[in-house]
């Protein structure tokens, strides 16, 4: 897989260099279904999920992967399943008042 094609480009490359000697690869999330991700990644689709740190310090949604997000994955061997570690900055995004949230934003 392509991560140019993907939308991989030079803003991306420079947030991922922090990354590079952790054993992490990036990758783009293309689904998400309740707190399973799949991510497209050099090594193809992989099923992610989120660390468990991650998960607890999100204050809300807005700081949890979005479909689009780039992501920091680490893939596990011989496996088609990954952790994501991290989440890119977004350059744009769409948000909604969530119905159920108090008007918090959902992305």
């Known amino acids: 897989m392509n991560l140019i094609d993907l939308g991989w480009n030079s803003f991306f490359e420079k947030h991922f260099e922090k990354f590079k000697n952790q054993n992490l690869i990036p990758a783009r ?19 992610a999920q989120i660390t468990g740190k991650m ?34 900055p977004r350059k744009s995004w769409f948000s909604r008042k969530a119905v159920l949230s108090g008007g918090m934003p959902d992305t």
């Open 55 to 88: 998960r607890h310090s999100a204050d809300s949604k807005a700081f949890l992967p979005a479909v689009g997000d780039w992501v920091a994955v680490q893939p596990q061997p011989g496996e088609t399943k990954a952790t994501i570690h991290a989440i890119f």
């Open 29 to 47: 999330v293309a689904q998400q279904h309740r707190n399973i991700y799949f991510v497209y990644s050099q090594k193809g689709e992989l099923k």
